[in-house]
């Protein structure tokens, strides 16, 4: 089992900057594809950004990319998700996920592992 904690939500205002940090409780961490997701009120949990398990492929979605970059480090056991350019259209509560099947999957059902989520509210 991985549990997952994420960190560094809050509000900050258009145009700003956030970090986010996915802790990982175990070791194997290495081994998962990771990803985050997000979910603003009244919508469904969509798709913003993955990584593969040694960070060589990425995957973004077209919303995020350009302004959002995802990493991890192995050695720490965290992924970061900085988000730069930030709109009051990300507003969410932001996921972490973690995959054991070593595909960068960008579907909320295939990943098994979730953290509780992180709030970032962007005000206009």
């Known amino acids: 089992q991985v549990q997952l904690v994420e960190s560094g939500g809050g509000l900050v205002q258009a145009g700003g900057s956030l970090r986010l940090s996915c802790g990982a409780s175990r070791q194997s961490f290495s081994t998962y594809t990771m990803g985050w997701f997000r979910q603003a009120p009244g919508k469904e949990r969509e798709f913003v950004a993955a990584?593969?398990?040694?960070?060589?492929?990425?995957n973004y979605a077209d919303s995020v990319k350009g302004r959002f970059t995802i990493s991890r480090d192995n050695v720490k056991n965290t992924m970061y998700l900085q988000m730069n350019s930030l709109k009051p259209e990300d507003t969410a509560v932001y996921y972490c996920?973690?995959?054991?099947?070593?595909?960068?999957?960008?579907?909320?059902?295939?990943?098994?592992?979730w953290g509780q989520g992180t709030q970032i509210t962007v005000s206009s």
């Open positions: 990584i593969s398990w040694g960070g060589g492929s990425t």
């Open positions: 996920a973690a995959d054991s099947t070593g595909m960068v999957h960008t579907t909320a059902r295939a990943y098994f592992y």
